[in-house]
C-alpha cells in the first residue's frame, strides 16, 4: 500500500480526460485518495492520478515544498474555523494541539481573522511555546470568559468536550478533528468513536452536554479547496515544516513523525520540481 | 518496490508527477 495524501506537483500529461481547468507543466497542490488503505495507492511515489476537483494550482508566492503542507491540515483548519464555526472578528478560540500539522495552521488562520480584538488561546508542550506564539496564539493557559469556538485537534481525552459549558459560549461550537492517536487499539479507537458519535447525538434531556459538538471525517468539497488555496496566496496562514527528507530516506521521516516531537510538518522531497 | 507509472486517465483524472508529499500521522 502507498500511504499518504498531500502533495504538490506539476501537471504532465492531460490525455484522454475532460478536464479543462488545467494545462500541462501547472503546478498543483491537492489531496489524494483519502481511503488509500482500501484503494492501495496513496500520493508517495513519484506519479499518481489525481482527481481534479482535489487539488487546484499553487500560488505563485509559494514554493512546492511549502505547498505540500497544506492540502489536508490547511483545508481542515479552514473549513472548521470557516466553514463550520463562522469565525468572525472579535472571536474567541481555544486550539487544543496548538503544535501540531492541524494546529500551527488553525491557529494562523485563527489569529488572521479574529484580529486583534479577538483571543487566540492554545495548548502545547513548554518547549514549544515560543514557536506557536510566534504564530499568533496569545496565551497558553486560559483563565477568563469563556470562548466562542473549541477547537480540538488532539482528541484523546472526552473530559475537554464534557466539561465545556464551563469554558464554551452556551452558543459555541465545539470541533473535534483528532481521534485516533498513534499506538492506539481497535478497542481505544472504537471507544473514541463512540464517544464523539453521542457527543453529537445524545439530546441535553437524555444527559447529553449542552454545547454543540461537530466531529466529521475529510470531505473535499472544490469550491472549498480553492478558497483556502485563496487564504494561502493572501498570506493567511504559511507552511510551518518540521524536517524534510529525500525520498529515499521516508522511513527516516516516519521516525520522526513516530517520535511525536513533531512541529508542523514533515516534508519528503520526491523530486525537487522548482 | 517498483510501481508503475499510470499510463490511462479517467474523465476527472490528471497525471501529476509528485514534488513534495507531507505526512499525516493522524490517517
Request: a negative charge; hydrophobic letters at 40%.
Amino acid at each position: 500500500c502507498v500511504p499518504e495524501i498531500d502533495f504538490s506537483g506539476i501537471v504532465c500529461d492531460l490525455r484522454g480526460t475532460k478536464v479543462k481547468d488545467f494545462n500541462t507543466g501547472d503546478r498543483v497542490f491537492g489531496i489524494g485518495p483519502i481511503g488509500f488503505r482500501n484503494v492501495g495507492h496513496g500520493v508517495l511515489r513519484e506519479y499518481i492520478l489525481a482527481k481534479h476537483d482535489h487539488m487546484t494550482k499553487v500560488p505563485d508566492n509559494i514554493s512546492l515544498k511549502d505547498a505540500a503542507c497544506f492540502p489536508a491540515t490547511g483545508y481542515t483548519a479552514y473549513c472548521f474555523l470557516v466553514e463550520k464555526a463562522k469565525l468572525k472578528k472579535g472571536d474567541r478560540v481555544f486550539i487544543n494541539g496548538g503544535s501540531g500539522a492541524v494546529g500551527v495552521m488553525a491557529i494562523q488562520l485563527a489569529r488572521t481573522i479574529v484580529g486583534s480584538t479577538g483571543l487566540v488561546v492554545a495548548t502545547c508542550s513548554p518547549a514549544k511555546t515560543d514557536i506557536i506564539r510566534n504564530l499568533g496564539a496569545d496565551e497558553e493557559h486560559y483563565s477568563s470568559r469563556p470562548f466562542d469556538v473549541i477547537l480540538d485537534t488532539v482528541g484523546n481525552d472526552h473530559a475537554l468536550y464534557s466539561n465545556s459549558p464551563a469554558y464554551l459560549t452556551p452558543a459555541g461550537l465545539f470541533c473535534t478533528i483528532g481521534m485516533v492517536e498513534i499506538g492506539s487499539t481497535v478497542w481505544s479507537a472504537t471507544k473514541r468513536l463512540l464517544q464523539l458519535l453521542s457527543a453529537m447525538i445524545v439530546p441535553v434531556y437524555l444527559g447529553g452536554v449542552p454545547r454543540r459538538h461537530i466531529f466529521e471525517p475529510l470531505n473535499i468539497v472544490h469550491s472549498r479547496f480553492v478558497a483556502m488555496a485563496q487564504l494561502v496566496e493572501e498570506g493567511a496562514f504559511k507552511a510551518v515544516i518540521d524536517s524534510t527528507y529525500k525520498f529515499t530516506d521516508a522511513l527516516d521521516a516516519y521516525d520522526r513523525v513516530m517520535s511525536r516531537k513533531v512541529t508542523g510538518k514533515v516534508v519528503i522531497e520526491v523530486n525537487d520540481l522548482e | 518496490v517498483e510501481v508503475p507509472i499510470p499510463t490511462t486517465c479517467a474523465d476527472d483524472e490528471v497525471l501529476v508527477q509528485i514534488s513534495h508529499v507531507s505526512l499525516n500521522s493522524a490517517i
